[in-house]
């Protein structure tokens, strides 16, 4: 059973950074395509970043050139380096996992709250 667990959340001021951290269970990661959603009251699930590897990944216009996104095979481990963060930035952000391959997978993470107050 494939399951992700998020960290790194939390309270900031605008301006400031965090790193989240999604960790998955499994012997699929390396396979998959990772990516940080997220979700604010009100608004659907909106795509944040998403990497299959270094070279194939993609952002969000909104979080170009503030936020990285990385992975770590070894570790099953995917992070999201945020900096310059803006009030506008703040819901909560899930990890999912995404493979295409038999079998396929698609599973998401329990979330992860970041406020950033102005």
């Known amino acids: 059973q494939v399951q992700l667990v998020e960290s790194g959340g939390g309270l900031v001021q605008a301006g400031g950074s965090l790193r989240l951290s999604c960790t998955v269970s499994?012997?699929?990661?390396?396979?998959?395509?990772m990516g940080w959603y997220r979700q604010t009251p009100g608004k659907q699930r909106e795509l944040v970043a998403v990497?299959?590897?270094?070279?194939?990944?993609n952002y969000a216009d909104s979080v170009k050139g503030r936020f990285t996104i990385l992975r770590d095979n070894a570790k099953n481990t995917v992070y999201l380096q945020m900096n310059s963060l803006k009030p506008e930035d703040t819901g909560v952000y899930y990890c999912?996992?995404?493979?295409?391959?038999?079998?396929?997978?698609?599973?998401w993470g329990q979330g992860t709250q970041v406020t950033v107050s102005s």
């Open positions: 499994g012997s699929i990661f390396s396979s998959s395509t």
């Open positions: 999912n996992l995404k493979r295409l391959l038999t079998p396929p997978y698609d599973v």
């Open positions: 990497i299959f590897s270094p070279g194939m990944l």
